[in-house]
């Protein structure tokens, strides 16, 4: 296993590149505002030896992960339209900053574009908005990646994962797909393709050497959606006032957390808590995500795929409270990236907001 853990990058001067935009697909209509100003973002990679002294002094034993549980939610309550409805829409809104540290953007995003192009990178902030009438047997798969490795390194990781996913999790699944299990084998076996990919090109290319990338989806179709991550970037559900961490942060600190070595109250501060023994680009990746979410979609659902540029420093009470406060996702998905540059976030900012209608 490969820790890794969030260094600064140099600058890179002149780089003034510009991410792709999106394209409007008949069904949906997307926007993307210019760019906004710069900064930078911290990623090592720790080496095998000081990993496994580090596990074998540390952990204290299996212990089961525990599952997550729904917590409370300040903020105006979602309601859905009547019991067991379906949505016909989905309204995304996303903004990806490099923020007020960085030099570089490493992190990278997807959304279920026609012509399936990835936005995120460069020097500045990007961000989008569609709405996406859901049709019977089609996938919509939304992405974040949170690349580490260094500056070009860590974002091509990222870049490679928000291509590789969707395009393979279009090639795999057929439109009279409705087994569950058989989707989240597919999911499991496209997130494993992206990371050999990926350790493929580190391997083969000196400049892309130890990168690697975080990357969390959501892939919604029919009334269902499947939740996915590798990492610590993370997905939320908020549901009637509740909300829910749907996926696991895969770091030494959240390792020890759960082994009960150490506690909750020490786990935000804790030395160990950005150093990842799970990423794509590593080898124990190469079997893809070890759980995969399957659960009900219901009108009124809202969710959040983010970085931890913005979870490292919002809590998920003040999540919940942005993402209850609008019927715009594009309006809470810049409210949280304002505020996580606010409470000081030394990392880039992706903030990607999916309410269902």
């Not at 997807?110 to 019977?136: H, V």
């Not at 699944?173 to 597919?186: F, L, S, V, W, Y």
């Not at 961490?245 to 600190?253: G, R």
């Not at 019927?327 to 309410?355: E, F, G, W, Y």
Request: net charge negative; with cysteine.
């Amino acid at each position: 296993m490969r820790p890794t853990e969030k260094p600064a990058r140099p600058p890179v001067p002149g780089d003034t590149r510009e991410a792709p935009s999106t394209a409007e697909r008949p069904e949906s209509r997307a926007t993307e505002p210019g760019c906004v100003a710069p900064p930078e973002k911290v990623d090592v990679v720790a080496s095998r030896s000081t990993w496994r002294t580090i596990w074998r002094n540390l952990w204290r034993g299996p212990a089961k992960p525990p599952s997550p549980s729904p917590s409370a939610a300040p903020g105006p309550s979602t309601n859905h339209a009547g019991p067991g409805e379906r949505p016909r829409l989905l309204r995304v809104g996303v903004v990806s900053t490099v923020g007020n540290y960085r030099e570089h953007n490493e992190d990278n995003f997807y959304l279920p574009t026609l012509a399936g192009k990835a936005l995120g990178g460069g020097t500045g902030s990007r961000d989008a908005s569609m709405e996406i009438r859901i049709e019977e047997g089609i996938s919509y798969p939304c992405v974040v990646a949170d690349g580490m490795g260094g500056q070009l390194a860590g974002e091509k990781a990222s870049q490679m994962a928000v291509e590789i996913i969707p395009k393979e999790l279009t090639r795999r699944i057929g439109p009279d797909e409705a087994d569950d299990k058989a989707i989240q084998r597919t999911i499991k076996d496209a997130v494993a393709a992206a990371n050999q990919e990926i350790l493929g090109l580190s391997v083969v290319q000196t400049e892309f050497n130890n990168m690697g990338t975080t990357v969390v989806l959501a892939l919604f179709r029919n009334d269902r959606v499947y939740i996915a991550g590798i990492g610590d970037s993370r997905a939320y559900r908020f549901r009637d006032g509740q909300v829910e961490q749907l996926t696991k942060d895969h770091s030494l600190a959240q390792a020890l957390l759960e082994a009960g070595t150490i506690t909750a109250e020490e786990m935000p501060n804790h030395k160990f808590n950005h150093v990842l023994y799970l990423y794509l680009g590593s080898k124990d990746a190469r079997g893809g995500p070890e759980d995969i979410r399957s659960a009900e979609v219901l009108v009124g659902d809202r969710f959040l795929l983010a970085s931890d540029g913005l979870t490292g420093v919002v809590s998920d009470a003040k999540l919940a409270e942005v993402v209850a406060g609008s019927d715009d996702p594009q309006v809470s998905a810049r409210a949280l990236m304002r505020m996580a540059l606010d409470n000081n976030s030394k990392d880039n900012v992706t903030c990607l907001v999916i309410h269902a209608i």
